[in-house]
């Protein structure tokens, strides 16, 4: 191994100090590298940098389950691989399966088997033939494991090494500032061969949180993201990352040996000879979420949680005030860093990032709307007592049917202006499918399932998707056709690159507008959303058009001249003004 001061060796050496203290680091290293490195193969000479290489305006991602589409005659990996290439070829160059793995519950995030694809949706040959047409990410739900899988059915016949991976605490132990995202009870007594235990459950008593006290649960996760690269993955993404490590007595959210752990992923995959990409998944207020960037040495990209909720304020008030003032207050992602933006996922729209920058009242309003609407609410335990909103619970494009004034003849325009304002800010955006399908509520997933979750979770089938996406006046084609669109602009435009500057202007409240200007500096876009039912006039000195120079609006096609006195948005319209022919 390497041993200059800043070589691979010595950095790895310090992580696993730090997290695990009380370990022959030397030994525990050598592990780890043959964990992430088995049959010989070892670290690249040379670390990667951090750098804007990684990404470029070309990238946007699709997040869908693995049976999202289903017909009953053929693998559901199979009619997905299809539609990627027959509807989002072009449109996208990524795609998020979410857990592909045996699971129990939680629509995957129970997992019971990580080595394996769900049969259910096909084989390790479906997930390769998408991951060779499309940048592929993959969950690493790390935090937990289904109560009825293997590791955990070892665990409660006291087979080692599985005895000692699951995290035990007492119902006497000092639990009161646990952070939970749950209201259920967080221990769960269970009879092993040595006894009775009560283990640690963040989420749900299905999924059973792992102890990363002992490094051999550490080493297994190394040993599975090697089978997801291996596999075609490119980008990696830490499930609840935040909860890792615990510690009765404490918060058991974001500790240090959290952040350290996932140091040392981004290590060895900055060593890896494979192109790998972390990302971690933290629905937490904003200075909380930007800590897993480090120091250049954690995540390559975060989700840019508070997204869902501002936007969606912003389309139902009227007002970009609130969304323009945090994003102001947002710094650039460092060097080799990056934002995920998004508006919808697989989960709801949470709340929690809104804390500090929506006042209770403005929050109360909206789920007011979502509830007449048809959405629902989850609730989340507080620390000592006392329930909270943690998401609202619908389609991004429902949520956007109706305002604080009531419903109008503007969905189309104001779902469509919602999913612009992601394509146009620094950073990567990622697009839920049902988002990209206008997806209604499935209510009766709900019913059947007993889970506010399943209202976002429909499944398409896909016959009468088709049907519906070659109907050009259908809604779900008008909204795929539209989308589609923006994003092929979108990828040909320097401005646009993930890293690309980017500064939030001061304008009227309701126009969201922000400058972004190329890596080379040789093209500027004003980005101009108005998120108002009212038609906008705006004068042309309220952006900054250097003069000398030729702008129009790559959305429209119009020039817009030196004689042009004022800019005018009708509702919900958005214009990206620029430079460049």
């Not at 990363?212 to 996760?221: H, S």
């Not at 918060?251 to 959290?258: A, Y």
């Amino acid at each position: 191994m390497q041993t200059s001061k800043n070589s691979f060796g010595q950095r790895l050496g310090k992580l696993v100090a730090q997290i695990y203290p009380d370990l022959d680091s030397d030994i525990l290293s050598s592990k780890i590298v043959d964990a992430f490195w088995p049959e010989g193969t070892r670290p690249r000479k040379r670390g990667r940098q951090p750098s804007n290489n990684l990404w470029t305006e070309r990238d946007a991602l699709l997040i869908t389950y693995g049976n999202s589409i289903l017909d009953g005659v053929h693998k559901p990996l199979d009619l997905l691989h299809d539609f990627l290439l027959r509807r989002m070829k072009g449109v996208v160059n990524g795609v998020h399966i979410l857990p592909f793995f045996p699971f129990t519950s939680d629509d995957g995030f129970a997992v019971s088997d990580f080595r394996s694809v769900n049969p259910q949706l096909g084989d390790w040959a479906d997930i390769n033939r998408i991951a060779n047409e499309f940048h592929l990410m993959s969950d690493l739900v790390l935090n937990h494991v289904s109560s009825q899988g293997a590791w955990f059915n070892a665990y409660r016949q006291g087979q080692a090494p599985y005895d000692r991976f699951f995290f035990e605490a007492s119902p006497t132990d000092d639990l009161d500032m646990v952070v939970r995202p749950r209201t259920t009870p967080l221990l769960q007594k269970v009879e092993t061969a040595n006894g009775p235990r009560h283990v640690w459950c963040t989420f749900s008593h299905d999924q059973i949180d792992l102890d990363f006290r002992n490094p051999e649960v550490l080493l297994e996760f190394l040993r599975i993201i090697r089978l997801h690269v291996d596999n075609g993955v490119q980008i990696i993404r830490l499930d609840a990352v935040a909860f890792l490590w615990k510690e009765v007595g404490s918060p058991s959210i974001h500790l240090p040996q959290t952040h350290a752990v996932v140091k040392l992923m981004r290590l060895l995959c900055d060593y890896a000879a494979e192109t790998v990409i972390l990302l971690t998944e933290t629905n937490v207020p904003k200075a909380e979420n930007l800590s897993y960037f480090g120091r250049r040495d954690e995540a390559h990209a975060i989700y840019n949680f508070p997204l869902p909720p501002l936007i969606l304020h912003a389309m139902m008030s009227g007002s970009a005030s609130y969304l323009r003032r945090w994003q102001k207050g947002m710094p650039p992602a460092q060097l080799g860093c990056a934002y995920l933006n998004f508006t919808a996922s697989h989960d709801g729209i949470g709340m929690r990032p809104a804390e500090g920058i929506l006042p209770a009242e403005e929050q109360d309003k909206m789920i007011g709307v979502i509830r007449d609407i048809g959405g629902l609410v989850s609730m989340r335990a507080l620390p000592g007592g006392g329930e909270a909103p943690y998401e609202i619970n619908t389609t991004f494009f429902e949520a956007t049917g109706r305002t604080f004034a009531g419903a109008d003849d503007h969905h189309f325009e104001r779902f469509i202006c919602s999913q612009t304002i992601v394509m146009s800010l620094e950073g990567i955006p990622a697009f839920y499918i049902h988002s990209m399908l206008a997806t209604p509520n499935d209510h009766e997933q709900v019913e059947r399932r007993g889970m506010n979750r399943a209202i976002n979770r429909h499944n398409w089938h896909y016959p009468t998707l088709n049907a519906l996406l070659d109907d050009s006046s259908s809604i779900h084609a008008r909204v795929l056709a539209a989308l589609s669109e923006r994003l092929r602009i979108r990828a040909a435009q320097p401005a646009f690159h993930p890293n690309a500057t980017q500064f939030t202007m001061s304008l009227r409240d309701d126009v969201f507008g922000v400058w972004r200007q190329s890596l080379d500096r040789h093209q500027s876009i004003f980005a101009l959303h108005n998120v108002s039912g009212e038609t906008v006039e705006m004068a042309r000195e309220s952006i900054n058009l250097i003069d000398d120079e030729d702008w129009f609006d790559l959305l429209s096609g119009e020039a817009i001249t030196a004689d042009d006195d004022s800019i005018t948005l009708a509702p919900y319209q958005c214009r990206w003004i620029t430079n460049r022919v």
